[in-house]
């Protein structure tokens, strides 16, 4: 951490105006996260507490796959080297499969990946690395498997409720569970845990994944067929809550959250926590003929929430297809948001659809749905979505038709399914060029952070963009940090104006890198709004308030860091 502390303060006193954020506010320019000679490829993100992110990457820049990390603050910012930091460069299959990449809450960064190491096999390995870059289950990783001349792949990360780590992986036709706590010790011995598919029809297990439940407790979700992958048989899809120790705890073996047969081994079914310790499932079958989507829920109990074999997303017309779901969960009011890639039955035309499910599984967008981007030739990959208290935001790469070439697209909608964000699909990647698995997270101050491989260049670079809540690019609206040398003691100023109507700028300074908390409060102590809630560099900052939705009257603003506290008052006048 000193490295990195005594860097920033050299930046912030040689430099000023590299303080100002990295995120670039110019969608055909974006961030450069990555982009040196070789392919840069198979991105993933995962945000940290201080407002953050980790990105992860395969780069073959030195000929191998190898396996690196960048870390960015809140503001953009790149706290490993500039090319990332190698995390691996054992030697990789010539075909990648997925991986996984996640965030403790010590703001530690746990990656689990598969290469060739221990033979000709792919075999599967978890890293975990500290914020200032540091090897903490040594320079190797831990090996999680206990055979290595079995195939294994598509290795998944569940962090637990106890501070544990769950890695879940496909092991030949079976799929295998090992418990890793913080200190990198095995919790259930050298040899994963295995669930295996009804050994009489020769029933076999694929692509696991989960989230994390109460009391240490996590939900798994997978895929048992028997025949071809490609065509399977018998396509079941499973879950089933385990305890610590890995006992399942809703039933002897697994639940079945479908079980009608027609499903398509290559897609990869999904799971979302349901703010409740529950599940939100989505996946596409063929059960229609045609392709469609579905969701169900379970709760924390096991008790199916939905119809039985999933709610459908759209009932009507049946000449379209749909495929690929996303799923958000709104806490506040028990709803729940599916969007998908519909297509007329010649596909070639796709447009994005959404639909809004009661607690109990109903559609409430009609039974065809919601059109946000409407059908039209261009076609579109990697859909994902977030909830924000009654808000929700999707992102996705629109790929132009006949092209390779995409943009990156994103809307925001409130419950209604009305766009915010001036009433349209933003653009926050205008520059033309094959654009390829968007991944996208959120932070604690409701920025959309969004990093994907780009072939703007050559054969693939890493770029990401944050998205402001109010659908601005760069710099967080509203927080500017203006000095040009650290100041020596923490601050909070006096706000100007004041009195105001109906915005004013609160202005504070921290002499070190602290995390920082800015709430306004009425009169009576009640706390109203959170205008700063992030890690920031030393420097002399400033936010605007804006009171247009508040009364006439006193007000509180309080600023608390690590290491100080303080408050002033404030006059509304209207």
């Not at 039985?308 to 749909?322: H, I, K, Q, T, Y």
């Not at 506040?332 to 010649?346: A, D, G, I, P, R």
């Not at 990959?381 to 808000?391: G, H, I, Y």
Request: hydrophobic letters at 35%.
């Amino acid at each position: 951490m000193k490295t990195i502390s005594l860097f920033t303060l050299f930046i912030l006193t040689f430099f000023p105006f590299a303080i100002y954020s990295q995120w670039s506010s110019n969608p055909s320019l974006n961030s450069t996260v990555c982009d040196t000679t070789g392919e840069q490829a198979l991105v993933k993100i995962a945000t940290t507490q201080d407002g953050g992110c980790y990105i992860s990457w395969f780069d073959s820049r030195n000929g191998n796959y190898a396996v690196y990390l960048q870390r960015l603050n809140s503001l953009g910012i790149n706290l490993f080297p500039n090319s990332g930091l190698l995390i691996s460069n054992n030697p990789q299959s010539t075909s990648l499969v997925d991986y996984d990449l996640a965030v403790d809450d010590s703001n530690c960064a746990v990656i689990a990946f598969t290469d060739t190491r221990n033979s000709s096999s792919i075999n599967p390995f978890a890293y975990r690395i500290s914020p200032t870059g540091q090897f903490l289950w040594g320079t190797n990783g831990i090996n999680l498997t206990d055979s290595i001349n079995v195939y294994q792949a598509n290795t998944k990360i569940i962090l637990t409720s106890d501070e544990n780590y769950i890695i879940t992986w496909q092991y030949g036709n079976k799929i295998a569970m090992q418990k890793i706590n913080k200190a990198g010790i095995k919790q259930w011995g050298n040899i994963p845990l295995m669930l295996i598919g009804n050994p009489a029809i020769s029933e076999k297990f694929n692509y696991p994944t989960g989230v994390k439940s109460d009391n240490g407790n996590y939900i798994l979700y997978w895929i048992g067929y028997t025949g071809s992958f490609i065509s399977p048989s018998n396509y079941k899809i499973y879950s089933q809550k385990y305890s610590p120790a890995g006992a399942p705890l809703w039933s002897a073996t697994q639940d079945t959250i479908y079980n009608l047969g027609n499903g398509n081994g290559v897609y990869q079914p999904t799971i979302y926590p349901d703010g409740n310790n529950g599940a939100i499932y989505v996946w596409q079958d063929f059960r229609t003929g045609n392709s469609n989507c579905y969701v169900q829920r379970k709760n924390s109990a096991g008790q199916i929430l939905f119809p039985a074999n999933g709610s459908d997303v759209a009932v009507s017309p049946f000449v379209m297809l749909r495929f690929a779901p996303a799923a958000a969960y709104m806490p506040s009011t028990q709803e729940t948001y599916v969007f998908w890639q519909q297509k007329n039955t010649l596909q070639s035309i796709i447009g994005v659809y959404g639909q809004k499910f009661s607690s109990t599984g109903t559609r409430l967008w009609n039974d065809t749905g919601v059109a946000f981007k409407p059908l039209d030739q261009n076609s579109f990959s990697s859909l994902q979505a977030f909830v924000k208290d009654t808000n929700i935001i999707a992102y996705y790469d629109e790929i132009l038709f006949g092209s390779a070439n995409c943009y990156i697209k994103a809307f925001r909608i409130n419950r209604n399914g009305v766009f915010g964000w001036g009433g349209s699909i933003i653009t926050p990647s205008t520059i033309l060029s094959e654009k390829i698995r968007l991944n996208a997270t959120m932070n604690n101050n409701n920025m959309s952070m969004l990093a994907w491989e780009d072939r703007r260049n050559d054969g693939g670079g890493i770029y990401a963009q944050n998205i402001n809540y109010d659908g601005s690019l760069g710099a967080p609206a509203g927080i500017n940090n203006s000095i040009g040398n650290v100041p020596d003691k923490f601050t909070l100023y006096q706000n100007f104006p004041n009195p105001f109507n109906p915005v004013t700028v609160i202005r504070y300074a921290i002499p070190d890198n602290e995390h920082v908390l800015i709430k306004i409060y009425d009169l009576l102590g009640r706390e109203l709004l959170t205008l700063i809630n992030d890690r920031q560099n030393a420097g002399t900052y400033e936010v605007k308030f804006d009171g247009l939705a508040f009364s006439s009257g006193i007000y509180f603003y309080k600023l608390v860091t690590d290491k100080f506290t303080e408050v002033k008052s404030m006059v509304l006048v209207k």
